[in-house]
């Protein structure tokens, strides 16, 4: 099947979405496609309009979600961008069955996923990402009465705590890696930011039964055939906390691969963006956290400065522009204060896996110079992930750019692959 | 009180709620999804579609990401 529309937006987040409201509002014919059942993106994830109030952020979901559905925006669900066949040309998946899509002008906000860092247990099962264990537990996992340990790094583990401890779980402590002293710096840039330093402080509140604990960060998992205990540093003595599920995070990487694949230049991890939000490619904009991590009202604003120089109306576009740029600050000033520290690139032991795919571990892979090296020698990053967890990983640890994509940029059914690009 | 169901996990019966994960499921069951390649049980990592740890067979069709499907009613899972 064929399809062609004028603006076709990649991510149903909260970019995606409000890119597609206002370019169809314009009068545009859009198409917004998203690879979940559901659109809404990470922040949104299992919101539903009629209960979306109780939740972080609702209000603005249901006003968003209604605002699109009284457009004509077509909303395409469970359909992933996996190729460009041709340019102006998308090949869509969809459980084995393929789509082509034609666009004028293309919206991508395919937002961002947590960098997992390897140390010693990380692959026992109850071990998953911070944000990662929300995901699971807004989808229906149980968490009454499970002890939870958070650890890594970001805003995002305080919201998954305030989460988790909604949810009935035991938070037994938020561990934040960057020292208070950085995010002393940060709170204090908060102050300009009043409606952001309510959310952190709504958050706060309702994790203060919860240990957060700055500068301190996980050395090991242990247990037998899933994780049972965590030991945790400060730098200077080691302790143990048991739990059932540890989550964790550092901070939030950007998913690339499909302004890779379509040739977007990417500057300092991000894709180089204008004003407009457009990318190095002509008529391909980039929004959200592929043009720096920042979070929900960044995305929401640079979505509709997108869809609005999508569909010409570049006045209504440029108005936007203060705030874009207040918001660009932001997220410079979260990326200061949440930067790494260097005793998370010690943390794995030479037989710890660092592809979990290949089963690669870091011994083989200290040895080797280049992300394609070690590819080729370690078959790192060549598994089902396509390195979307070693490759942010490995960024860290050695400095390796991982600078290719290729398509199918996801996995997809080889029938859908298989077909001739028809003719345009 | 959401609608409950039972699904199969290898071959034993399990009750979720309507809307549940086969990824949420799976945990609950306290099964690992599958075993990688040097034989390591693994679960559910990034929960949201990339990692393709929580990969497993779903009524019969393998290497299903089970954090993007539903349980329905006599769903038959099975992990490893």
């Known amino acids: ?424 | 009180m959401k609608e409950s169901f039972s699904i199969t996990v290898n071959g034993k019966p399990l009750l979720v709620a309507a809307g549940t994960s086969v990824a949420a499921a799976l945990m609950m069951s306290g099964e690992p999804c599958r075993f990688s390649v040097s034989g390591e049980a693994r679960g559910p990592l990034c929960g949201m579609g990339i990692c393709m740890e929580c990969r497993a067979t779903v009524d019969g069709i393998p290497q299903q990401r089970t954090c993007q499907l539903a349980c329905a009613a006599g769903m038959n899972v099975v992990t490893g």
Not at chain 1, 27 to 32: A, D, F, H, K, N
Not at chain 1, 317 to 325: E, I, K, T, V, Y
């Open chain 1, 1 to 424: 099947m064929r399809a062609g529309f004028d603006v076709v937006v990649v991510g149903a987040g909260p970019g995606g979405m409000a890119a597609a409201t206002v370019a169809a509002e314009a009068g545009r014919r859009v198409c917004l496609l998203d690879d979940n059942a559901a659109h809404g993106g990470q922040i949104w994830r299992g919101y539903r309009a009629e209960t979306a109030k109780k939740y972080p952020h609702g209000a603005r979901f249901q006003r968003w979600a209604a605002r699109l559905e009284r457009t004509r925006c077509e909303v395409w669900q469970g359909w992933q961008a996996v190729d460009q066949p041709a340019p102006g040309l998308l090949r869509l998946e969809r459980e084995g069955e393929r789509r082509d899509i034609a666009f004028e002008k293309l919206i991508v906000a395919t937002g961002a996923r947590e960098r997992f860092l390897p140390f010693p247990g990380w692959t026992l099962p109850g071990v998953t990402g911070a944000g990662g264990l929300q995901a699971l537990v807004k989808s229906g996992l149980d968490a009454r009465g499970k002890r939870v340990v958070l650890a890594g790094s970001g805003p995002l583990l305080l919201a998954v705590g305030a989460g988790l401890a909604t949810a009935g779980a035991r938070v037994e402590g938020i561990y934040e890696q960057a020292p208070f002293r950085q995010l002393a710096d940060f709170a204090l840039s908060l102050m300009a930011q009043p409606a952001r330093l309510l959310e952190g402080a709504r958050y706060r509140l309702k994790t203060l039964r919860a240990a957060y604990r700055t500068g301190c960060w996980v050395v090991r998992a242990e247990g037998r055939g899933r994780v049972e205990r965590v030991v945790l540093t400060d730098g200077r003595k080691q302790w143990t906390v048991e739990c059932e599920w540890l989550g964790c995070g550092f901070n939030l990487v950007p998913n690339l691969e499909l302004p890779r694949l379509l040739g977007c230049r990417i500057a300092d991890g991000f894709v180089a963006v204008d004003r407009r939000m457009q990318s190095s490619v002509p008529g391909v904009a980039c929004v959200g956290e592929l043009a720096g991590v920042g979070g929900l009202e960044k995305a929401l604003v640079e979505g509709q400065i997108a869809g609005w120089a999508a569909a010409g109306r570049f006045a209504e576009a440029d108005a936007l522009d203060g705030q874009r740029r207040r918001l660009e600050r932001f997220a410079h000033r979260l990326d200061r204060a949440f930067a790494l520290r260097a005793e998370l690139r010690a943390l794995a032991a030479d037989e710890t896996i660092v592809c979990r795919c290949e089963d690669v571990h870091y011994a083989a892979l200290k040895g080797c110079v280049s992300w394609r090296e070690a590819k080729l020698h370690t078959r790192c990053g060549m598994g089902a992930c396509q390195g979307r967890v070693c490759g942010a990983a490995t960024e860290l640890l050695f400095g390796w750019e991982n600078a290719s994509a290729r398509p199918p940029v996801l996995p997809a059914a080889v029938v859908a692959l298989a077909s001739e690009v028809e003719r345009r």
